[in-house]
């Protein structure tokens, strides 16, 4: 799990992951695992890179991180992948914080912020252009 994920906060320690059974490793992701936050690590938007959306969380009986993330490769335009991403981190959200949150503003604004500075306005547009659709 942590080669996985570039996060500096102590991991866990309440089991060995990845020398641990794959059983006792979701177990205790199911049981201990309190929702902090998520996370999009990535390079570009462009065709062929990957990204990589995380959920951050923090051990109910250790205190350590854990981090649950999904891998994929950007697809073939901007707007699948974003799409893509949207899906997920809604998906994720809604686990977490009820169904009618994924539709808040909140969410909105937690989307926008998994993305670099540079691509906070081209997200927001397509947002934008999202919601006009949906109309």
Same mark, same amino acid.
């Given at each position: 799990?942590?080669?996985?994920?570039?996060?500096?906060?102590?991991?866990?320690?309440?089991?060995?992951?990845?020398?641990?059974?794959?059983?006792?490793?979701?177990?205790?992701?199911?049981?201990?695992?309190?929702?902090?936050?998520?996370?999009?690590?990535?390079?570009?938007?462009?065709?062929?890179?990957?990204?990589?959306?995380?959920?951050?969380?923090?051990?109910?009986?250790?205190?350590? &991180?854990?981090? !649950?993330?999904?891998? *994929?490769?950007? $697809?073939?335009?901007? /707007?699948?992948?974003?799409?893509?991403?949207?899906?997920?981190?809604?998906?994720?959200?809604?686990?977490?914080?009820?169904?009618?949150?994924?539709?808040?503003?909140?969410?909105?604004?937690?989307?926008?912020?998994?993305?670099?500075?540079?691509? &906070?306005?081209? !997200?927001?547009?397509? *947002?934008?252009? $999202?919601?006009?659709? /949906?109309?």
């Amino acid at each position: 799990m942590q080669e996985l994920c570039k996060q500096e906060e102590p991991l866990c320690r309440c089991i060995h992951w990845g020398d641990e059974d794959f059983d006792v490793e979701v177990h205790h992701l199911i049981e201990h695992f309190e929702f902090l936050r998520m996370e999009l690590e990535y390079s570009s938007l462009e065709p062929g890179a990957s990204w990589r959306l995380c959920r951050i969380g923090r051990c109910r009986c250790c205190g350590g &991180r854990l981090c !649950v993330g999904t891998s *994929l490769t950007v $697809r073939d335009t901007p /707007e699948d992948t974003l799409s893509m991403i949207h899906l997920i981190a809604e998906q994720e959200w809604r686990s977490h914080a009820g169904n009618a949150a994924a539709d808040s503003e909140n969410f909105r604004e937690l989307f926008v912020h998994l993305f670099h500075e540079d691509d &906070r306005e081209t !997200v927001r547009d397509w *947002l934008s252009r $999202r919601a006009e659709q /949906e109309v």
